[in-house]
Every structure is written in structure tokens, then in C-alpha cells.
């Protein structure tokens, strides 16, 4: 069973930034789309940021355009959320997820279509 184990997270300031990483298990980690998202207390999972299998294909919530920015390095099983400018707002537990189905694209992406989960990090951000 593939495993995904994010780090990074931490207490930050207002306009600083961070580097999440979740590394997976297994050897079929390059034949997925993986996404980022977070969930703040009281609010529904949201999309953040999501990566076709070879890395040539992007999208980003609209709240997180031209501030953060996803990546990944296939050899080493692993997804970047590379977060700079950061906001109070952004304050939540960031999840990594793989997509259910292999070499597949879904232009708007949707927790419900992704089935294996990190274990999540907390990224705080104090004004």
C-alpha cells in the first residue's frame, strides 16, 4: 500500500515562506497526479495546487496564484509546495494526496477524487 508522509509545516510570520514535501512509498509514484490541499478548523478541504504525473501541468487555487508554487522530482517519490508570501489566511493543515487513477488529468481538481492521503502537517502563520 503506497504511503505519502508530508514535512515542512511550522509557525511562521506574515510574508514569509515555506517548502512542504511529502515523499511516497512504492514505485508507481511517477505515474500519478499528486495535489496539495489544506483544511482550516471550520472549513471544508480545499484544492491548492495539483501536478500531472510528469510534471508539465499545473493548477492553482486562485487564493494561492503567484505565491505558491508546486513541483515534483519523480526519482526521489516526491511533491514540493514551495509557499512564499504568506498570509494568516493561509493558516491550516496542508494534506498531500494521490489521484485515483494513474496518468490521469482533472482540470478542476477535487478531494473526492483523490484516495490516498498523507497524514497532514500544520502550517501557521501569525500576522
Known amino acids: 500500500q503506497v504511503q505519502l508522509v508530508e514535512s515542512g509545516g511550522g509557525l511562521v510570520q506574515a510574508g514569509d515562506s515555506l517548502r512542504l514535501s511529502c515523499t511516497a512509498s512504492?514505485?508507481?509514484?511517477?505515474?500519478?497526479?499528486m495535489g496539495w490541499f489544506r483544511q482550516a478548523p471550520g472549513k471544508e478541504r480545499e484544492v491548492v495546487a495539483a501536478?500531472?504525473?510528469?510534471?508539465?501541468?499545473?493548477n492553482y487555487a486562485d487564493s494561492v496564484k503567484g505565491r505558491f508554487t508546486i513541483s515534483r522530482h519523480n526519482a526521489k517519490n516526491t511533491v514540493y509546495l514551495e509557499m512564499n508570501s504568506l498570509k494568516p489566511e493561509d493558516t491550516a493543515v496542508y494534506y498531500c494526496?494521490?489521484?485515483?487513477?494513474?496518468?490521469?488529468?482533472?482540470?478542476?481538481?477535487?478531494?473526492?477524487?483523490?484516495?490516498?492521503w498523507g497524514q497532514g502537517t500544520q502550517v501557521t502563520v501569525s500576522s
Open positions: 494526496a494521490r489521484l485515483k487513477y494513474s496518468r490521469s488529468w482533472y482540470s478542476v481538481p477535487r478531494p473526492s477524487d483523490y484516495d490516498i
Open positions: 512504492g514505485r508507481t509514484f511517477s505515474s500519478y497526479t
Open positions: 501536478i500531472n504525473w510528469s510534471g508539465v501541468t499545473t
